[in-house]
């Protein structure tokens, strides 16, 4: 797809820099909508597993694929050259991602090292007191392990494209028919390693990590005002309700259309464990948010100021009901777990529009700014209103509004990549024979910019948290968009490669994305990484572009 560009061969430097920049930006907006659709989609319970583990991987690699695809496009010779802006795009992608915002996740995610338990990272409040670079860092869980012993693995088809470029030499004819065979076996084994990787995904769709990226969405779409409680997990908790049933063996249709009673007495029902895990998941923060005097209980004042910033149109007469069902000593308030199950009872209740609560902006200025907040306590930034387009709505209706509007995002975002990959392209090439340097160097540094901001900023979101599953989130992202770029976007240039009859002359590249994710699999074998080391696998970005220079200057194409 195309559209009427600026050749960028007929402006000036400031003209050229004008371009790069809008350019870039619109990529660069294009990737944080389709990563903003996608996150949506994680709202709705019946797509989450579908969308963690296939949508996201897959959307997260398509900015990148698309730049890598238009670079093989064209006149033949000519693509022959632009080829090296989609191989720097795919080089610097893959190693910026495991470098750059690899590192800042360990300095932002660092924790002491318990000088009394093997200087292992300790989570325990107050988590982070040392300043040596030596005695603090993260842990590194088995998951992370398994994600960089995947992403090891897929970096198998780069060894075999490089079995006829390390001995083929002459014309671009020439070495494109010794590689074709090669290049097929190579997009066959991507192919492959690709729907391996995304069945694999889809299988852990209800594993912790998961789970914790998918409460996080949660949370943030409340905190933004952006949907109700009910309408944010209204759906979650009756899946998990039936799946309860289920594995009882006892579905009914009172069941299926009533809170879970858990064995108990049937006026104060209670969550299922997993149900209670869920909710104080996502609603611990505003418990402690709400209680003002900070004593460990919520009056029914609190209660009701709750409901309202959460966008709850309750009778008040059914609030007072409920929270006298959950003060059983009569003492006007409620704690955690009394105030965990009164929201369980509120949220699986039939939609009501009732003369109470209304749909309303914030109760309260000092509510507001307290609202969920990060697990550190930091402060919060004051947000512009969101528009309460979805709030006034039921939760089966909110559920039905973010589809349509994740879809229209995903579809936008993905057509804006679409439109804008090719002239990048273009503009790459450019600035390179202008600074008379190879366009991979180029590409290497400015297409991941563009590509990968919403990875970075996913993963720095996480890292801050300074907890175990949240450091794993962070990192299992990264080595998870590395292994799609071994996969998905390497597919892509074996397939140029097969059916243009382009002309693999890589080598040096190609060395380098595979060492630095060798080099950061060893790392990853390990139980913790210190903040000193994550300072050094920082280095290994602007040290690689040393590395493919060195290795052209030997010889070595």
Not at 28 to 56: F, H, K, R
Not at 206 to 222: F, G, P, Q, Y
Not at 299 to 317: A, G, P, T
């Amino acid at each position: 797809m195309s559209i009427p560009t600026i050749d960028p061969a007929d402006v000036g430097a400031t003209g050229l820099a004008w371009l790069l920049f809008s350019y870039g930006y619109i990529l660069c907006y294009a990737s944080n909508l389709i990563s903003e659709g996608s996150d949506l989609l994680l709202l709705v319970p019946s797509l989450a597993g579908l969308v963690g583990g296939v949508v996201l991987p897959f959307l997260g690699a398509v900015p990148d694929g698309t730049i890598m695809l238009f670079s093989g496009l064209g006149h033949i010779e000519k693509a022959q050259e632009t080829l090296s802006v989609g191989v720097g795009a795919l080089a610097g992608s893959t190693i910026m991602l495991l470098t750059v915002p690899w590192a800042l996740s360990v300095y932002q995610g660092r924790v002491d090292f318990d000088d009394d338990n093997d200087m292992e990272p300790c989570y325990k409040q107050p988590k982070l007191t040392k300043s040596s670079l030596t005695e603090t860092g993260v842990a590194l869980s088995a998951e992370v392990n398994q994600g960089a012993k995947m992403m090891m693995l897929t970096t198998l088809p780069y060894f075999l494209i490089q079995i006829p470029a390390f001995f083929l030499s002459g014309d671009r004819e020439t070495v494109s028919a010794g590689e074709k065979n090669w290049a097929m076996s190579g997009f066959v084994i991507c192919v492959a390693f690709f729907v391996l990787y995304l069945y694999t995904q889809v299988k852990m769709s209800n594993d912790s990590i998961h789970k914790m990226r998918r409460v996080a969405v949660i949370k943030e779409t409340l905190k933004k005002g952006a949907i109700s409680l009910r309408g944010a997990l209204r759906e979650e908790v009756i899946n998990l309700e039936k799946k309860e049933a289920r594995r009882r063996g006892s579905i009914t249709s009172a069941t299926e259309n009533s809170p879970l009673n858990n064995g108990g007495d049937i006026t104060h029902p209670q969550p299922s464990e997993e149900i209670s895990e869920l909710l104080k998941g996502i609603l611990g923060e505003a418990f402690r948010a709400y209680d003002i005097d900070s004593d460990g209980n919520l009056n029914k004042k609190e209660f009701k100021i709750f409901l309202s910033d959460f966008h709850e149109s309750i009778s008040s007469r059914a609030v007072d009901e409920v929270f006298a069902d959950f003060d059983s000593d009569g003492s006007g308030t409620i704690e955690y777990d009394e105030f965990i199950a009164a929201c369980y009872v509120l949220i699986t209740k039939a939609s009501g529009t009732d003369d109470g609560l209304r749909t309303s902006r914030r109760a309260t200025v000092i509510v507001g700014e307290k609202i969920l907040q990060d697990d550190d306590g930091g402060e919060e930034e004051e947000e512009e209103e969101v528009p309460e387009d979805l709030t006034a709505l039921s939760p089966e209706d909110q559920q039905r509004a973010i589809i349509r509007r994740a879809f229209s995002m995903l579809i936008i975002g993905t057509g804006i990549v679409l439109i804008f990959s090719d002239p990048m392209v273009e503009v790459l090439s450019e600035i390179a024979a202008r600074a008379n340097i190879p366009p991979f160097y180029v590409s290497f540094i400015l297409a991941p910019v563009a590509a990968n901001a919403s990875e970075v900023i996913a993963s720095q979101y996480y890292a801050s948290k300074k907890t175990r599953r949240t450091i794993t989130v962070a990192l299992t992202a990264l080595e998870g968009a590395a292994s799609m770029n071994n996969t998905f976007c390497l597919s892509i240039f074996m397939g140029l490669i097969y059916f243009r009859g382009l002309a693999w002359q890589f080598s040096a590249e190609t060395l380098a994305i595979v060492l630095v994710q060798l080099v950061m699999y060893i790392y990853a074998q390990r139980s913790k990484m210190s903040t000193a080391t994550g300072f050094l696998v920082l280095s290994f970005f602007p040290l690689s572009v040393m590395f493919v220079a060195i290795l052209e200057y030997c010889g070595l194409d």
